[in-house]
């Protein structure tokens, strides 16, 4: 099982800027990439049936726009791209909301997700998860000259947290945090509401506050939020009948597993510091 390791992708980390939003749920937001594909998770192409993956863009490496502000790239994209060149499927990729995501397979409105989900109880009670692909922790992103120094600042003092709506962040945050955090449907929002003096920190994924804070002038503390038990694992999910495919998927990360993809997908996505 891979590791998240440092990086820093701060060209496409223009979300900084970003206005922050209210916090309630907006309509889904779909991309050119899949404009003219919705709803056709059963249409067949010459690459064979289409398979449309549900993923929030904010969320780089993992998922962000490429230079041209209108494709979609990544590492959950390169994955994905070839789970379906082995499964002969043709990848469409469906920009959303994150808390969006499960409910979109769970109703059949994707056929997957795939946007650094964690596997939860929860969210399996709605879903089906393929084997996980990835494993993550949550970090803490502060200015460079905040007073928080640790985990337990958070826990014992009273400052305020910043985080993305329904991500792990959020449910951990929220849990130890009670009546301290600000929830925002986008990361980029998020971050802003942490740039603007909002609030005195920011809680999301190590690999992703690692890249903000490149791209910002903003620090990681070196102890992540959480218990050194609180380990996340990254699953693809699928709706609970589509066993098939399921199946297909898990075949598919066991053999990109055993030929050497993920290393190469992890060298050109992170990189040792």
């Known amino acids: 099982m891979k590791k998240f390791l440092a990086m820093a992708v701060a060209a496409v980390m223009v979300l900084g800027v970003a206005a922050c939003s209210s916090g309630t749920t907006e309509e889904t937001q779909e991309t050119e990439q899949t404009e003219e594909t919705e709803g056709e998770t059963t249409e067949e192409t010459e690459g064979g049936e289409v398979l449309l993956m549900g993923c929030s863009a904010d969320f780089a490496p993992f998922e962000y726009y490429a230079d ?22 043709t990848l469409q990729v469906q920009d959303m909301n994150f808390d969006a995501i499960v409910a ?22 709605s879903v089906n998860f393929s084997e996980p692909y990835f494993v993550a922790a949550q970090s803490i992103l502060v200015p460079k000259d905040s007073p928080i120094t640790g985990y337990q600042d958070l826990i014992d003092g009273d400052y305020t947290a910043s985080v993305q709506l329904a991500t792990t962040g959020d449910i951990m945050a929220s849990e130890k ?18 740039m603007a003096g909002k609030v005195d920190c920011m809680v999301l994924d190590t690999g992703v506050a690692n890249a903000y804070a490149e791209a910002n002038d903003l620090k990681v503390l070196d102890e992540n939020f959480g218990n050194p038990e609180d380990k996340e694992y990254y699953g693809i999910a699928v709706a609970k009948e589509n066993t098939e495919l399921l199946d297909q998927i898990n075949a598919a990360l066991a053999d990109m597993e055993a030929d050497g993809f993920f290393e190469e997908l992890d060298a050109k996505y992170f990189s040792e510091s």
């Open 104 to 125: 979109g397979v769970q109703t059949g409105k994707l056929d997957v997700g795939a946007s650094g989900i964690t596997i939860t109880e929860e969210r399996q009670a």
């Open 68 to 89: 041209d502000a209108v494709t979609i790239t990544g590492y959950d994209i390169d994955m994905m791209q070839e789970v379906c060149n082995r499964i002969g499927r």
């Open 177 to 194: 945090m009670p009546g301290r955090v600000s929830q925002f449907e986008k990361y980029g929002d998020a971050l802003a509401a942490l």
